[in-house]
């Protein structure tokens, strides 16, 4: 393949973020993965002088529920193509009081609360342990919170930091289970995120995400029950901010060529000594672990 190992940064794009206009698209790209098929094709595109891929994470026509979307292939033929960074978007839920529909969080921790999904790609003949302490990557947040803070308008507010509640899906929470998870300290509640930021840093690929809020879920008194309108609409106003945002980050990350922990993360994680890990699994572990091999 001609695009191979020349692409640095990838953009996963969620609910109601299908394609970025300002990314001048190339081509688009089918990668057999040995996970399965990815979402969507993968596209192509130029941001300046950098090679962008992105992709749409629940399909172009979001035909994918939360649960389906093939994570482990999506990350696996983001790798193939030698990306380092990925930022991702999202719609959330908002957990407290003062971050308000339309606002936009750059979440900075994790509580896992999924349940039926392959979340690492060391569950077969070997076995990693990665740190997952901090999740996100902070050079990456960092200079998306600092592109954000540049473009995000005066009646909306951008929060730094913030724990990501990501649960099973795809139906909405009960009452009882918002209230819990704002009580937890939770700042927003999505579907997606924790499962491509682990698989990520599996892949030694540093991972930040766009979390735009839609809705106050269900706990607040004072406002309608989360619906799939309200989102949509949401959405739509959310999407342009969004991309311009990322149009931006991509630009930074390819002027300053930071670099991360997660690109190193998988050093002294793999605990399974390679001449035993059977040829199957090591052939598709490859992509991941020939550095240490």
């Not at 192509?44 to 749409?56: E, Q, Y």
């Not at 819990?180 to 927003?188: A, D, Q, R």
Request: with cysteine.
């Amino acid at each position: 393949m001609q695009s191979q190992n020349i692409v640095k940064i990838g953009v996963i794009g969620g609910s109601g973020l299908y394609n970025i206009p300002d990314i001048d698209f190339i081509e688009e790209l089918s990668v057999d993965t040995p996970y399965g098929a990815t979402s969507d094709n993968l596209k192509l595109g130029r941001v300046g002088d950098s090679n962008v891929i992105f992709l749409a994470r629940h399909g172009r026509n979001h035909n994918l529920s939360p649960s389906n979307v093939p994570y482990r292939a999506n990350i696996w033929a983001m790798k193939s193509f030698g990306v380092e960074w990925i930022i991702s978007a999202s719609a959330v839920g908002s957990l407290q009081e003062n971050i308000k529909p339309l606002d936009i969080v750059i979440p900075d921790q994790f509580i896992d609360r999924t349940k039926t999904r392959k979340s690492t790609f060391f569950d077969e003949g070997i076995v990693a342990h990665i740190s997952m302490a901090d999740p996100f990557c902070n050079e990456l947040s960092n200079l998306i919170a600092e592109v954000a803070k540049s473009l995000i308008p005066k009646d909306r507010k951008l929060h730094k930091g913030g724990t990501y509640l990501c649960m099973e899906g795809p139906a909405f929470s009960t009452k009882a289970e918002s209230l819990f998870y704002k009580t937890l300290g939770c700042s927003i509640i999505g579907m997606t995120n924790h499962t491509e930021a682990k698989l990520s840093r599996e892949a030694e690929i540093a991972y930040s995400t766009i979390a735009m809020s839609t809705d106050f879920d269900c706990w607040h008194p004072d406002h309608d029950d989360v619906s799939v309108d309200m989102i949509l609409e949401n959405l739509k106003t959310n999407a342009e901010l969004a991309s311009k945002i990322i149009i931006e980050s991509i630009k930074e990350v390819s002027i300053r060529s930071p670099r991360s922990i997660a690109h190193n993360s998988l050093k002294d994680s793999i605990v399974t000594p390679h001449q035993i890990v059977p040829k199957e699994i090591k052939d598709k572990l490859m992509i991941f672990c020939s550095k240490y091999w």
